[in-house]
C-alpha cells in the first residue's frame, strides 16, 4: 500500500512538472508569436508610412514649383497610385494651399487646427466623412504636407494575425484598435498597464498587444493534447515500474512489517501430551507466515529480523489477538487448566508495553480456567534488573506461568533460575534428538535432567520423534512431551480437530 501510494505520488508529481513544462512551452511559443505579429504589423505600416513619405517628396516638389493644374495632377496621381494614401494637403499659412482632391477640397474639418506631430490619429469628429484617419506631416517653408492614411488600411494591417489575439495601433496617446475605434490612452490606462508593446525604429508609433496568460486550458488542451497523453502514458509506466522496483527491492524488515500488518502471521499450535497417556495437556503458539505467494514462511527465517528489528513486538501482540480471538469461541472444548504456551523475546520483556500487552492478553481469556504461560528463551540474554523481576513476580502472582525454553543451551538459565519464578523448563530438542540405540547416547541429556529435576521444576522435553526417545524419557519420569512424535504444529482448524477427537480425554496431571 504505501509503495502504490509512493508511486502514484511521483507519477503525480511528474505529471504535474511535465503538465508546466509542457504549458510554459506553450505559453511561450504563443508569447513569441504574438511578439512577432506585432513586428509584421508594425513592418506593414512602416510600409505604408514609406508610401505617404515619398507622397510628401512629390507634394514638396509641387510647393516649390507651384499649385498649378499640373500640381494638382501630380498630388492626385501619387495620391491615386500610392494603394493605401487617401488625399495629400498642402497648407500655406495656415490654408489650404493645394489638395489631391479636385477643387481644393480636404477632408480634414479645420485642418490648420492640427498639431504639426510627424503622426496623428484624427478622430472621427476631426473629419467630414466622420471616419479616423491616419496623418502623417511633414514641415516645409511658411506651411507642411499632410498626408492621410485610409483607417481601412490601419485594420487590415491589424487584422492580419493568424492568431484571435486584438492588437492596437498606437501613435503619441491615441490608440486605433482592430475595430476601427480611437480612444484616447487615459481612457485605456487601467488596460494598458497589462499590455506590452512593439515600437516601430523607423515612425513614431507601437503595437500594443496583451501577453498570453500563463496558464490556459483550452491552449493547454487544444495544443498540448499529444504531449499531455504521451505525459500521462509515460506518468502511468513510471508509477507501474516503480511499484515493481520498491516491491522488489524491499527490506526484509520491510517485508515483514508489511505482513504483520496484513494479518499474515499467524499462530500455529503445537500440542504438548502426556507421554504416558497420549492426553492433550496444552498447546505452544507457534509463529507462521503464510505468504501469499511463497505459501508458509518457518519462523527460523523470520523471528530473527523481528528480534533485530523491534517488530517482534507487534508480530506477538498480533499473535496473542489471534489467540484470543481463536480461543473464545472454544472455551467449552478446552479442559480446565489448558495450557497455552507464548514465546515471547527478551526485547520485549525489558519493553514498557511488555506487562500492558500480557494483562490484555490475559483478559482475553476472563470466564475460562487457562494457564497462560511465557516462553522466554535462554539463547538470548535478558536485561535482568528490579524493574525486571517485579514485572515477572507481579504476572506470575496473577496467574501467568513461566518456561524456560531451550534449556541447556544458553549461559544464563541458572541465574535466571535464581531470580525470576520460573514454572517449566523446555528440553531443547539437539539433547532429546541424541538419543539412540548407540550406548552413552543419552549422556548429556542425563545431565540436563538431573540438573532440571534438582531444581525441582516441571520439565517438558521438546522434539521428540521416536519411539526410542519417548520410551527414554518415560523411563526418566519426564510426563510432558512435545514432538513430531505425538503432533507436528497445526493450524486452528486442525487443532479443532484434534480437540474434538480428544474430547473425552482428561488433562494431564503431573
Ligand atoms: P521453540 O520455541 O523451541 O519451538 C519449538 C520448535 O521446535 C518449533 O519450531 C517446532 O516446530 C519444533 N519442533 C517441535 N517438535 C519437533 C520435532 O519433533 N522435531 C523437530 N525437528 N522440530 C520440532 P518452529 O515452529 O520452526 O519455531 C522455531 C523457533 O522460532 C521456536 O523455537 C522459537 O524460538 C521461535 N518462534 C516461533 N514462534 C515464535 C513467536 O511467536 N515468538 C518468538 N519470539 N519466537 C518464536
Ligand atoms: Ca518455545
Ligand atoms: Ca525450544
Keep these: 500500500m504505501r509503495h502504490t501510494l509512493f508511486s502514484v505520488l511521483i507519477a503525480t508529481l511528474l505529471l504535474l512538472v511535465g503538465t508546466l513544462v509542457v504549458n510554459w512551452q506553450l505559453w511561450h511559443s504563443s508569447d513569441s508569436d504574438r511578439a512577432a505579429t506585432a513586428g509584421h504589423i508594425a513592418r506593414k505600416i512602416d510600409a505604408i508610412l514609406d508610401e505617404a513619405r515619398d507622397a510628401t517628396n512629390t507634394a514638396t516638389r509641387v510647393a516649390l514649383n507651384g499649385c498649378s493644374a499640373q500640381g494638382e495632377f501630380e498630388l492626385g496621381t501619387e495620391a491615386a497610385l500610392q494603394p493605401h494614401l487617401r488625399t495629400i494637403i498642402i497648407l500655406k499659412n495656415d490654408s489650404v494651399w493645394c489638395t489631391s482632391l479636385p477643387g481644393s477640397r480636404v477632408l480634414i474639418v479645420k485642418p490648420e487646427a492640427i498639431s504639426d506631430d510627424n503622426l496623428l490619429l484624427m478622430m472621427p469628429q476631426s473629419m467630414v466623412n466622420g471616419l479616423p484617419v491616419l496623418i502623417f506631416q511633414t514641415l516645409i517653408p511658411d506651411g507642411k504636407v499632410i498626408v492621410s492614411i485610409s483607417d481601412a488600411h490601419l485594420r487590415d494591417a491589424l487584422n492580419s494575425s493568424f492568431e484571435n489575439t486584438r492588437f492596437s495601433f498606437v501613435v503619441g496617446n491615441r490608440v486605433f484598435d482592430n475595430n476601427g475605434k480611437v480612444v484616447s490612452l487615459k481612457t485605456l490606462s487601467g488596460v494598458s498597464a497589462t499590455r506590452t508593446s512593439y515600437a516601430s525604429t523607423r515612425y513614431p508609433f507601437r503595437i500594443e498587444y496583451h501577453r498570453p496568460a500563463f496558464f490556459n486550458l483550452t491552449r493547454l488542451m487544444h495544443q498540448g493534447t499529444l504531449f499531455l497523453l504521451l505525459l500521462f502514458l509515460l506518468s502511468f509506466t513510471v508509477a507501474f515500474l516503480l511499484r515493481r522496483y ?37 498447546v505452544e503458539v507457534l509463529a507462521r507466515w503464510k505468504h501469499p505467494k511463497a505459501g508458509f514462511i518457518s519462523p527460523a527465517v523470520f523471528i530473527p529480523t523481528a528480534e ?30 489448558f ?37 522466554v528463551t535462554e539463547r538470548e540474554p535478558l536485561l535482568i534488573n528490579n524493574d525486571l523481576i517485579n514485572n515477572l513476580n507481579t504476572l506470575h502472582s496473577k496467574g501467568f506461568g513461566f518456561a524456560l525454553d531451550d534449556f541447556g543451551t544458553g549461559y544464563s538459565g541458572l541465574s535466571y533460575l535464581n531470580d525470576l519464578h520460573i514454572d517449566y523448563i523446555k528440553i531443547d530438542k539437539s539433547f532429546v534428538s541424541r538419543v539412540s540405540h548407540i550406548a552413552d547416547s543419552t549422556l548429556l541429556l542425563d545431565c540436563v535432567i538431573e540438573m532440571a529435576k534438582k531444581l525441582s521444576l516441571h520439565i517438558v522435553a521438546e522434539g521428540v520423534e521416536t519411539k526410542e526417545q519417548l520410551d527414554y524419557l518415560n523411563r526418566q519420569n519426564i510426563t510432558l512431551i512435545q514432538g513430531y512424535y505425538f503432533w507436528k504444529p497445526v493450524s486452528y482448524i486442525n487443532l479443532i480437530k484434534i480437540l474434538l477427537s480428544k474430547s473425552k480425554e482428561e488433562t494431564v496431571e503431573i
Design 308 to 337: 533485530k528489528t523491534g517488530l517482534i513486538i507487534p508480530l506477538t501482540k498480533s499473535l496473542m489477538r489471534q489467540v484470543v480471538a481463536q480461543m473464545r469461541p472454544i472455551f467449552g472444548k478446552l479442559p480446565d487448566g
Design 246 to 282: 520498491l516491491d522488489k527491492y524491499t527490506t526484509p524488515e520491510e517485508n515483514l512489517r508489511k505482513a504483520i500488518q496484513n494479518g499474515e502471521i499467524i499462530p500455529f499450535y503445537q500440542p504438548v501430551v502426556n507421554g504416558r497417556t497420549g492426553a492433550m495437556y496444552g
Design 339 to 375: 495450557h497455552i504456551g507464548i514465546n515471547i523475546s527478551a526485547s520485549h520483556i525489558n519493553s514498557p508495553c511488555f506487562m500492558h500487552d500480557c494483562l490484555q492478553y490475559q483478559r482475553g481469556f476472563d470466564g475460562k480456567k487457562v494457564r497462560l504461560v511465557l516462553e
